[in-house]
């Protein structure tokens, strides 16, 4: 396949509507582009470090509010779960001396409690997610000032491992590079791997060229980014954290039998109750995995921070979380989308708010440009969606 045969075909698939991330690179290059020309500091390595590590705790938010929209649902509550979460590790680490990973464990297993009783409420009354992830938002913010108390602040010790992970530690130059390479080959092995199987079943499937191409350009750009931030304090394994999660979710998502049924059940929920998917597993599977991402996210800003306080998942977190997933390109209309709109997602929100800092501009001004983006992100989406039915894609 030529280079003029991919184009066409790139072209073909923008004319029906599949437009991909295409919109949000877009979007990267010109959001970039404008905070650079007005401060030059903006995309010097000591900020884009900082960058990355800003998007690990609500890009993890985000993450499992996408595996929400997939199924055609909203939760509104991922904030407050995060705060509580944030809540519980304080307590049970520093005031009832647990050990730091059972309190984390904890953690992580009240947010999958949650989620999950969000799916059986969604399956067993018919309750709408929206009622009854809002009340979860309210529920569950009281919830979290009642476990922190009269103090309302708890400071997470310093020498601990998980404040040490959140804030200081980076990978060696060398290591950054062979996981480069790791992930270099990983992607062309997956890649070949899923072209022999469509060619198996008679399927179209990418020629090995345009693999080949692809992986190049791939490995260009992650070792030049990675040559970037090794520039400054490196690659920090924290964002490294989030970045492993989003793979493990993709992988999930597009190699598994319930990943699939993710995909049937956002599309369309009674074809998918028709062709034998357990309709209700995946709601409170999908509902629990969400509220547990959003735990953990919690827990990383709270490591990153070494402190929980009453602000803890409260402020802008809910709303750049959900921002973030519509924005990356998750459908609201359900069915569309990837984990990798999460990390896209992620990074249009934390640059126009790095950019805006570096301006010195108030917060209401990326509050209005955020709100700006995301209705553009919804405009594009429904385009498309409209576009897509009309081809009969």
């Known amino acids: 396949m030529t280079a003029a045969d991919t184009f066409s075909r790139v072209a073909a698939r923008v004319r029906e509507g599949d437009l991909g991330a295409l919109p949000v690179i877009v979007g990267v290059v010109v959001i970039w582009s404008v905070f650079q020309s007005l401060n030059p500091s903006f995309l010097s390595s000591q900020n884009l470090v900082n960058l990355t590590m800003q998007c690990a705790a609500i890009g993890t938010i985000a993450l499992g509010v996408v595996l929400v929209l997939l199924v055609g649902e909203i939760d509104l509550s991922v904030g407050s779960v995060s705060g509580l979460a944030a809540a519980i590790l304080a307590v049970t680490f520093v005031q009832l001396q647990w050990d730091l990973l059972l309190a984390i464990v904890a953690a992580v297993a009240a947010g999958a409690a949650i989620g999950a009783g969000y799916g059986v409420l969604l399956t067993r009354f018919a309750l709408p997610s929206f009622v009854i992830t809002l009340a979860g938002l309210l529920g569950f913010l009281g919830l979290q000032l009642w476990v922190l108390g009269e103090t309302g602040s708890i400071n997470l010790p310093f020498d601990s491992w998980l404040v040490v992970f959140a804030q200081q530690l980076f990978l060696p130059d060398w290591a950054s590079y062979l996981l480069v390479a790791l992930a270099v080959v990983g992607f062309a092995l997956s890649r070949v791997r899923r072209a022999r199987r469509r060619v198996q079943a008679n399927l179209d499937s990418q020629s090995y060229r345009e693999i080949a191409v692809r992986t190049i350009i791939l490995g260009v750009f992650l070792a030049g980014a990675t040559w970037y931030l090794n520039l400054s304090r490196g690659v920090g394994v924290m964002f490294l954290f989030f970045l492993a999660l989003v793979v493990v979710v993709d992988i999930v998502l597009q190699q598994t039998r319930w990943g699939r049924a993710v995909y049937a059940v956002g599309g369309s929920k009674e074809a998918a109750r028709r062709a034998g998917i357990r309709v209700g597993r995946i709601y409170v599977t999908v509902f629990a995995l969400c509220s547990s991402l959003a735990a953990i996210g919690g827990i ?52 126009i708010s790095s950019g805006l800092t570096l301006l010195t501009l108030d917060s209401s001004v990326r509050y209005m440009i955020t709100g700006l983006v995301l209705v553009i992100a919804v405009i594009i989406d429904s385009l498309s969606r409209r576009t897509r039915e009309a081809t009969g894609r």
Do not use: E, K, M, P
């Open 300 to 351: 990383l800003a709270a490591a990153r921070l070494a402190a929980v306080s009453q602000s803890s998942g409260g402020g802008d977190t809910n709303l750049n979380a959900i921002a973030a997933a519509v924005i990356g390109g998750a459908s609201l209309f359900g069915g569309r989308g990837t984990a990798y709109s999460a990390l896209l997602g992620i990074i249009v929100i934390q640059s």
